[in-house]
């Protein structure tokens, strides 16, 4: 039998772009995950194939043979109390690795843009956490230095109060950083005459920080544009990355609540054509895996003009090694069709897409007088499951999407769309729709929600 490992894994302060390509890594080739309560994360996403296990099964995991990776908030060697586990697998005799995390501490400092450290005012760094050391009167620390405290605002007033002891000023400058790095993120700032008041109402997790150097604090994660605004994306969950990713970076908390799944079809039939338009994204990746199903590659459309609704689809085309021999200037499929009609006379066009495309792309080519042919190459259906909490906006990339989540989910929700057709088919729907992308590309979506959210 295999012999099974632990490792334990520092997971960062919540925020799962501050993880280590190490942690990642490990967690998406997990056999078991065992997370503590302060570790937060989207397990589903970065470790799907791992089951989830609680403490108690630690050891037992581990001697069946399995990958076993213990999930712990921060950094495990840093307040982790993580000694008696590792003092538990070395008993047991199970191999173990100790992958270190972004703490609390760090993470807090940097989202809330305190200096710990600076030469003229702090050149002393201190952490502390439950009243430890500085349970036996008197504290022996240096004002020039800063303190950290893990002890969140559970006991402010005894850290004020043996500080002020200690010698120093009440006017020391003293922060909070609640939910570091996270939506919840938020600073209450104060001095140590006050902040026990201010900060009365903060929830864990949160750090402390005492010096001067506090009163530097150069905020920017707060002053991102679309902080504190919860925004749902509706998009697969395989191309969901991009649009999620972008609207977190600009401070949104984003809920990825998958409306549809796209199912290629397995046996499409693909003909040549003189001209092969593809009018999404999806359409050029089910057609190449359709291509390879046939023992065929790229080189089939040597000698094709190939047409692409916009440069999201463009883009799609070069990573398979074509380049696209026209773009539409509006990115819609109606517009790409107008642009290529006069090209297609007396010519061969195959539309390659879902199973549901817009009807006016067939009238206006065979209009022209083009030999129009579709072929089915996936399918879009509704997702299997649809689960979703109140947000500020939910966001639609296609019609489709739109009209799945109304009848899913309902329209309480203002919307988002990428262009006018889903627009159109949100109102529908009977979306209120706050605001519409004016380039219909995701990139044009984000900077219509920024201009929404001011």
Not at 13 to 20: A, C, I, Q
Not at 130 to 135: E, I, L, N, Q
Not at 285 to 292: D, I, N, P
Request: glycine share 8%.
């Amino acid at each position: 039998m295999t012999k099974g490992k632990v490792f334990l894994v520092g997971a960062g302060p919540g925020d799962p772009d501050l993880m280590t390509v190490r942690a990642r890594d490990l967690l998406r080739r997990a056999d078991v995950v065992v997370p503590d309560r302060l570790a937060p994360l989207d397990l589903e996403r970065l470790a799907p194939d791992a089951r989830i296990a609680q403490p108690e099964r630690l050891i037992r995991e581990a001697r069946a043979g399995r990958r076993v990776v213990r999930l712990r908030a921060g950094d495990p060697m840093t307040f982790g109390h993580v000694d008696e586990e590792i003092d538990a697998l070395r008993r047991a005799g199970i191999d173990f690795e100790i992958v270190p995390g972004v703490t609390a501490a760090l993470a807090a400092a940097a989202c809330a843009g305190i200096p710990m450290t600076r030469r003229d005012c702090a050149s002393r760094l201190t952490f502390v956490i439950g009243r430890g050391p500085m349970g036996e009167g008197g504290v022996d620390l240096d004002e020039r230095g800063t303190v950290v405290s893990y002890t969140g605002a559970a006991t402010l007033r005894e850290l004020a109060a043996k500080l002020r002891s200690g010698g120093w000023p009440a006017g020391t400058p003293a922060a909070v950083v609640e939910a570091a790095a996270t939506p919840r993120h938020r600073v209450v700032e104060g001095t140590l005459a006050d902040i026990a008041r201010r900060a009365r109402d903060v929830r864990a997790p949160a750090v402390t920080f005492v010096g001067k150097a506090v009163g530097l604090r150069a905020p920017w994660f707060e002053r991102r544009p679309l902080f504190g605004r919860r925004i749902v994306v509706t998009r697969p969950r395989d191309q969901a990355g991009d649009l999620a990713q972008r609207l977190a970076e600009l401070g949104a908390e984003v809920l990825t609540v998958p409306t549809i799944e796209i199912q290629p079809v397995p046996h499409a039939r693909i003909d040549d054509a003189d001209l092969l338009l593809f009018t999404s994204q999806n359409g050029v990746e089910c057609y190449f895996r359709r291509l390879r199903d046939l023992g065929r590659d790229s080189r089939r459309l040597a000698k094709t003009f190939v047409a692409a609704v916009g440069p999201a689809t463009a883009a799609a085309l070069e990573r398979h090694g074509v380049l696209a021999d026209f773009v539409a200037s509006e990115f819609t499929s109606e517009r790409l069709a107008r642009e290529i009609a006069p090209l297609g006379r007396g010519k061969t066009v195959l539309h390659a897409g879902a199973d549901r495309t817009n009807p006016e792309v067939r009238r206006i080519l065979e209009k022209h007088g083009a030999k129009f042919r579709k072929v089915t190459l996936y399918r879009i259906v509704p997702a299997q499951r649809l689960r979703c909490p109140d947000a500020d906006l939910v966001t639609f990339a296609s019609a489709e999407t739109a009209r799945q989540f109304a009848a899913r989910a309902g329209t309480r929700m203002p919307a988002a769309c990428i262009g006018p057709v889903s627009a159109k088919a949100a109102r529908d729907a009977g979306f209120r729709v706050a605001a519409v992308a004016k380039e219909y590309t995701l990139e044009g979506l984000v900077e219509a929600i920024v201009k929404w959210a001011r």
